[in-house]
């Protein structure tokens, strides 16, 4: 069974940071494109940043301006998204979502990781 | 970049009604449009992928259609179970792979 846990989320000031994880499992994880997709409070989903197979090709959202960072560790089946400089419009439930290859949707989600930034 | 705008953002509808859900790109995608299902409380969905082909498992009364700038989203026979939020995405090349704001549909 495909599986995709996500980890890291909570409490933090702004200005401060955060990685949150993503735990593949069911599949073969370096064959597959990964993504990180948030939904803010009561709103609508927005996709946040994407990353290659190898991880050699990164992709973010222009609204985050160079403070997010994705990797992936294909030894360890692990997506990450490193967070710096956060601020309080970045609180949402962050899901990894795996691509189900080129030009494929979004086929597997996990269950999200709550990122909460506040002083 | 590309803009995915869904309208109407929200409706209500009766048991059994049929229900139609837009979406447009603000440039043509071909058919690298898909639609997904949000519960409340629950994680996305895919429904549909390549603007009409319906994912496993997904009920036939949910279909798609369209291609290039104009798509939609129909229920044929709308069921009490089918009360939640309908995004769709553009997925085509590289990303962004931008969401439309959601249409939350809700039971008259």
Do not use: H
Not at chain 1, 5 to 21: A, F, I, K, T, Y
Not at chain 1, 76 to 103: H, I, P, V
């Amino acid at each position: 069974e495909v599986q995709l846990v996500e980890s890291g989320g909570g409490l933090v000031q702004p200005g401060g940071s955060l990685r949150l994880s993503c735990a593949a499992s069911g599949f073969t994880f370096s064959s597959y494109a990964m993504s990180w997709v948030r939904q803010a409070p009561g709103k609508g989903l927005e996709w946040v940043s994407a990353i290659s197979e190898s991880g050699g090709s990164t992709y973010y959202a222009d609204s985050l301006k160079g403070r997010f960072t994705i990797s992936r560790d294909n030894s360890k089946n692990t997506l990450y998204l490193q967070m710096n400089s956060l601020r309080a419009e970045d609180t949402a439930l962050y899901y990894c979502a795996k691509k189900d290859g080129y030009n494929k949707p979004f086929d597997c989600w996990g269950q999200g990781t709550l990122v909460t930034v506040s002083s | 970049d590309i803009q995915m705008t869904q309208s109407p953002s929200s409706l209500s509808a009766s048991v059994g009604d049929r229900v139609t859900i837009t979406c447009r790109a603000s440039q043509g995608i071909s058919n690298y449009l898909a639609w997904y299902q949000q519960k409340p409380g629950q994680v996305p969905k895919l429904l549909i992928y390549a603007a009409s082909t319906l994912q496993s498992g997904v009920p036939s009364r949910f279909s798609g259609s369209g291609s290039g700038t104009d798509f939609t989203l129909t229920i044929s026979s709308l069921q009490p179970e089918d009360v939640a939020t309908y995004y769709c995405q553009k997925y085509n090349s590289a990303p962004p792979y931008t969401f439309g704001q959601g249409t939350k549909l809700e039971i008259k």
